[in-house]
């Protein structure tokens, strides 16, 4: 007997490198494969603290239903935190998410048809995509630099043709690295006001900075309120809370809760209490300098093992912060085989092409740094180059 599958499921195909992935983990394997931040950074005496004042004082709440929108006091402490990114809001506009992923798949179940127009980076977050494939969309990707997207190039597909929204991702952007100029963040404010173009602004790195200054978000820029923004406490707590926001307003708040509850009623109360005390007892901007620390001397680790190995005729980026650098190679250079090679040499990475929505991109490389230590990292980078240079 064969099953039915929702007609949506054709455009979800299972990966291949997910399933290539699969043999990174084994034991002994160097990762710069997935998107993990350094366990070991964890503040996991410091949460240990928190979630035993809250079973003493607040075990009733914790394990009761709780509203969808989220604990009042985490989402005002957010909104405060909006404050110093420079986007003025209130609590009431601050939606709690069981992380910024379940905050993708809201705004797909908000705003897409079958066959909506995305404009997104070129190249852009694999989950991103897989989440907005759900809803049947189709996605346009946007000419792209070493200073994000471009907005002229937004400027004109938003005139020619019915846009849903873009999707861009302004700092250290996953796959890349790179970050969205302060001039361009401003055009694409504009834009979105001038074209009435909604613009979904995905910032789950903008804390994670180890060199040069903090940019204002898009949002901080945005008169029309045409800007979402999102971000979560994944990178600068802990990923397992999956505890994530929206900032949003009026009715596109109002439409959003009531996905929320469709999806799941509300994000764990416990996890959002035990959180809100964590940020209440402990400092969490040390954490995060700490975390930064680590991250931006694995970096350097990371840059300074290419240029020692990597053969000529492949460059990478060199972000700021975040947890990602992309490596691209000659135009002949398959990733895919590379990445084959490499697994049986026990060292493992993301192939480009799964981040180009629409093709291309086989001779790049995602390489993450937060999750390996400096000794790995020069170890790793260089049996990968030495295989990219037999690739070559
Ligand atoms: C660009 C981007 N958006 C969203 C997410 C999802 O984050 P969360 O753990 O909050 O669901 C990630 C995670 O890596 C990401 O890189």
Redesign the pocket.
């Known amino acids: 007997m064969t099953t039915t599958y929702a007609r949506r499921m054709r455009a979800m195909k299972p990966s291949t490198i997910r399933e290539m992935l699969k043999l990174a983990e084994q034991p002994g394997v160097i990762s710069f494969a997935g ?1 993990l931040p350094a366990p070991e950074l964890f503040p996991v005496d410091d949460i240990r603290a928190a979630a035993e004042r809250v079973l003493a004082e607040s075990g009733a709440q914790a394990f009761q239903y709780g509203a969808s929108e989220g604990i009042v006091t985490l989402r005002a402490r957010i909104a405060d935190e909006m404050g110093d990114r420079g986007i003025t809001c209130s609590a009431e506009d601050v939606l709690i ?8 798949d809201l705004l797909g179940k908000v705003f897409l048809d079958p066959g909506d127009v995305i404009l997104t980076e070129t190249p852009t ?1 694999l ?2 995509i897989q989440a907005f494939q759900c809803f049947e969309a189709n996605f346009q990707p946007v000419a792209t630099d070493d200073d994000g997207v471009i907005p002229e190039a937004v400027d004109e597909l938003a005139a020619a043709g019915r846009v849903r929204f873009l999707y861009v ?1 302004p700092n250290f ?2 796959p890349t690295g790179r970050t969205l100029s302060l001039a361009r963040r401003r055009q694409l404010a504009e834009i979105a006001a001038r074209r009435r173009l909604l613009i979904v602004e ?4 903008a804390r994670l900075r180890y060199r040069g200054e903090h940019l204002p978000p898009i949002k901080s820029f945005d008169a029309s309120g045409q800007v979402i923004y ?6 600068t707590v802990a ?1 397992g809370f ?3 926001w929206i900032v949003a307003s009026g009715p596109m708040r109002d439409k959003l809760v009531i996905a929320k509850q469709a999806a799941d009623l509300h994000t764990s109360s416990f996890d959002q209490l035990v959180l809100d005390r964590y940020l209440r007892d402990f400092d969490n901007r040390q954490h995060v300098e700490r975390v930064c620390a680590a991250y931006g001397e694995r970096y350097a680790v990371m840059d300074e093992a290419l240029r020692r190995h990597m053969p000529e005729g492949f460059s990478w980026t060199r972000p700021e912060g975040g ?1 990602f650098l992309w490596v691209s190679g000659p135009k002949t250079i398959d990733a895919m085989a590379v990445l084959a090679e490499a697994i049986d040499q026990g060292v493992a990475f993301v192939p480009g092409a799964d981040f180009f929505p629409c093709g291309g991109g086989e001779n790049h490389m995602r390489l993450n740094f937060s999750n390996a230590d400096v000794r790995s990292i020069r170890d790793g980078i260089a049996r990968l180059a030495e295989i990219c240079a037999r690739a070559w």
């Open positions: 998107g998410t069981t992380g910024s992923q379940q905050g993708l977050y989950a991103a991702i952007q996953n995905d910032d789950p790195y999102l971000s979560t406490f994944s990178k990923p999956r505890i994530g947890m």
